[in-house]
């Protein structure tokens, strides 16, 4: 039912796939909109093939520790970006494990308010084992930052579970006048983070999505089933918050630099994940559309091989036409909608693809399905993230 790229291109293909392990630095420009920890263990391999992937990340997660920390400073989420961050990072670099440790590190959920005080003061002052085993300037930066954090944060904040990854970027953050860019280009230089990693805006606002049955529900965590259960209806609409109290419609827009980086992408993947609040979140800001719009890069849709709670019975289909939406709604008003989904990657064994007249009807958009071995040997519920990897090199 499916076809392949072409009939004389191995998929995957070992040449390819040699020549960009020797050379990872002149590896592809390939661009991941996402969220989330479905991208961590693919980006870990991914460094071995390219040193030049791009990661625009959501800053909109409302939930757990994230949370507090909105709350506390009125910021965007920074969660997902250490996630990435730290996935991307030289795992050889001398030093490297012990960073990752650190930012890897939850204070402990059960401990009394003196305990965690003399724990943040320890690692404030350089005493904590976590942070004394950390060579300078890298002990001394993330020092300054968690001093930041530590002097800013309100009385009453909650340090139970918080990431210290996170406090550390927190600190970073309020250092920088309010500015993620800044203190990610200084910890991807320090970790030596082999790709980019950008949050797709700047902005503290929090995800909505209004239901078919008319309902609006306000936070990622919300829309992700993390609290409350499945959603009791579609999602009809996506949209940003200014508030997660109450619904407050924003618009925003995304700077320059990031179209820039668009633009610049070899390929354009909507991989697996939370299809909603890590995926098509990340295309809600004014620009974004438009920016992948003139790229004529390969555009790829990888759709998740195991229950996405927020889909509910949503077909690829469906999800194919989500994509195209909101891209298409970036566009000026008299634009005729252009299908941008060049390519579908399928696992070869998976019951619910699109029927044969949807592969017509994609057929006669310009969308092709390629269908291949994806899954992962232990657990037929999600996809091996290096074998994704191969098969993205061998079509760039």
Known sequence: MYVALTKHLPIPNPAKLALYRKSPEYGPKILFFSGG???RELSQHLIQYTHNSIHIVTPFDSGGSSAVLRKAFQMPAVGDIRNRLMALADQSLQGYPEVYRLFAHRLPQTDDREALKATMEALVAGDHPLIACIAHPMRKIIRHHLAVFYQNKPEDFDLRGASIGNLVLTGGYLSYHRHLDPVIFI????VQVRGTVRPVVNSPYHLAATLKNGQVVLGQHRITAKEGGPLPAKIATLSLSRSMERFEPVTVSVREKLVSLIQEAEMICFPMGSFFSSILVNLLPHGVGSAV???????VFIPNMGVDPELGDASIMEQIQWIHRLLNDDLPVMSSPIPLIDMVILDRKRADGPRPFEVEEL??????????DLVDAGD?????????????????
Do not use: F, H, W
């Not at 996809?383 to 061998?394: E, F, N, T, Y």
């Open 187 to 190: 910890y991807s230089k320090l």
């Open 380 to 396: 037929s519920r999600r996809i091996d993230p290096q074998k994704l990897i191969a098969v993205l090199l061998s079509l760039c």
């Open 37 to 39: 920890s479905a991208l």
């Open 363 to 372: 057929k006669r958009q310009g969308t092709r399905l390629l269908a291949v």
């Open 293 to 299: 719009c003139r790229n004529p890069c390969p555009k």
